[in-house]
């Protein structure tokens, strides 16, 4: 095992590796030490165990929340609206009310929440840099703490050390923030991609209900149409959330379906309740 590490040291101490490729092949290191499986037959098997659904987790949560809540909140509240009133103008200022506001408050809270959780992310790479700079006490402890987290990892402690040494030789900082903080120095989280992409599939799933109701005159027919049109989008939203993420689409979209349904039949009882007709 010491020997498939030998060609990545001799690469680095003269040859073409650079670092995000050095992080790659000590990552096949470290699985050769934890496996002793065949390897795939072609680069198509490759490409198929190496599409991770995980990969797409911080734009996928935000598209599909943003998308699903967008649907949710207008047709909830144009419902609402609909079960107490039936103006047709005051549906419609309702709905896009509800649009624009909720659009402005997914991006601003996606933004806060993205934007603090980068700053955190970059205050402990911060730590790790200064840990870096106090010293060679300190970096020693700092090589032996990356080479336990490999020995954990299932490499027996020589190669643990190797690729320890490897890595904090090609840059400390960078090994330490992957493997002892989970963090992506070339992949720190975008607040403003966060937020754009939460505003922008709020109102994608907003305009579903407002669009199919704002040509519809007859009270009754607007409530029809727009409870077929939402229940239609969260079972698509629903299932394409569910197969971008890998999970089983049937069951997600009829997850998604029975939430809706619970917000319409709410929203659209209060509205009953409180509207023209018990004033």
């Known amino acids: 095992m010491a020997s498939t590490l030998q060609p990545l040291l001799d690469s680095q101490n003269g040859g073409p590796t650079e670092g995000a490729d050095l992080f790659i092949r000590v990552d096949h ?94 205050a402990d790479v911060d730590k790790e840099r200064a840990a870096q700079n106090s010293g060679p ?30 890595l904090t030789e090609k840059d400390a900082v960078r090994a330490h923030a992957r493997d002892e903080l989970g963090i992506d120095m070339d992949d720190l989280v975008s607040p403003w991609q966060a937020a754009i992409s939460s505003l922008v599939c709020f109102a994608i799933g907003g305009g579903v209900p407002l669009l199919s109701a704002i040509f519809l005159t007859d009270p009754k ?32 979209a009829f997850r998604v379906l029975l939430g809706g349904w619970i917000a319409f039949a709410l929203t659209y009882g209060v509205g009953k309740l409180f509207g023209e007709s018990a004033a």
């Open 221 to 252: 027919i607007r409530i029809i149409i727009v409870s077929i049109a939402s229940t239609i989008a969260l079972l698509l939203f629903g299932a394409i959330g569910a197969w971008l993420g890998g999970a089983h689409r049937v069951k997600a």
């Open 137 to 166: 006490q300190i970096r020693q402890q700092e090589l032996d703490e990356l080479a336990q987290i490999y020995v954990e990892r299932g490499l027996t402690e020589r190669l643990a050390r190797e690729v320890a040494v490897a």
């Open 29 to 122: 290191i470290i699985e050769d030490g934890r496996h002793d499986e065949p390897s795939p037959r072609n680069s198509a098997d490759l490409d198929k165990y190496h599409q991770h659904y995980s990969d797409r987790a911080p734009w996928l949560r935000a598209a599909v929340l943003g998308a699903n809540d967008g649907l949710v909140s207008v047709a909830s509240i144009m419902l609402g609206v609909s079960g107490g009133s039936k103006d047709k103008h005051t549906l419609i200022l309702s709905g896009v009310s509800a649009l624009v506001a909720g659009a402005m408050s997914m991006a601003a809270g996606e933004y806060i929440s993205v934007a603090s959780q980068r700053d955190t992310e970059q």
